[in-house]
């Protein structure tokens, strides 16, 4: 039962974004307080299940010379430490946020590949964010897709995007702890 509603989601999902197989998802996100102790998540989830042996946590090295928080600094330093390792990218990544955190993932994306070898263009790679307010959809070429509640592409992406949130705040606040105790 489980796993045919994972393939209904699935399918449902290739057909909504146009993409030919998705067994690899990855979401990310990021957690701080007012810009302290910052965290990001890297969540994947292969054929719609969490396979948490490939789940990273980051600690954000950016500091906003404001001292406030910077979303969008912090994401892209993320997926920057993420496309720099040899791990084989995702046929999806799904990124946590509206146009702005889409944007900034896609700039790192493009700026990676023209430093690399690797091909990594924006072109190759197909990333979305998911805006939590109205559980909307935003692609890399400006469309906005609006899904039923009751979409089966809709509920993995909302799942990617929960455990992607959860896992970054759990590592949030363990530094917060960690940093209390000294």
Same mark, same amino acid.
Do not use: C, F
């Given at each position: 039962l489980i796993s045919d509603r994972r393939n209904q989601e699935l399918a449902d999902l290739e057909k909504i974004l146009r993409i030919s197989h998705i $067994? +690899? *998802?990855? #979401?990310? @996100? *990021?957690? =701080? /307080?007012?810009? +302290? %102790?910052? /965290?990001g998540s890297q969540v994947v989830f292969i054929n719609g299940e969490p396979e948490k042996k490939f789940y990273r946590r980051y600690k954000i090295k950016f500091t906003s010379p /404001? #001292? #406030?928080? @910077? @979303?969008?600094?912090? %994401?892209s330093e993320v997926i920057s430490r993420r496309l720099k390792s040899d791990v084989p990218l995702p046929e999806l990544f799904? *990124? @946590?946020g509206g146009r702005g955190q889409l944007n900034a993932a896609i700039s790192v994306i493009a700026s990676e590949a023209k430093? $690399?070898?690797? =091909? +990594? $263009?924006?072109?190759v790679i197909k990333i979305i964010g998911l805006a939590k307010r109205n559980e909307e959809i935003y692609t890399q070429n400006g469309e906005i897709i609006r899904l039923s509640k009751n979409s089966p592409? %809709?509920?993995l992406l909302q799942r990617l995007r929960d455990e992607a949130h959860r896992f970054s705040r759990k590592y949030h606040f363990y530094l917060r702890k960690k940093n209390m105790l000294e």
């Open positions: $067994s +690899k *998802i990855e #979401g990310y @996100d *990021i957690s =701080n /307080t007012s810009g +302290k %102790l910052a /965290t /404001t #001292g #406030g928080p @910077d @979303d969008y600094a912090m %994401l799904v *990124i @946590d430093q $690399s070898s690797r =091909n +990594k $263009s924006s072109d592409a %809709l509920h």
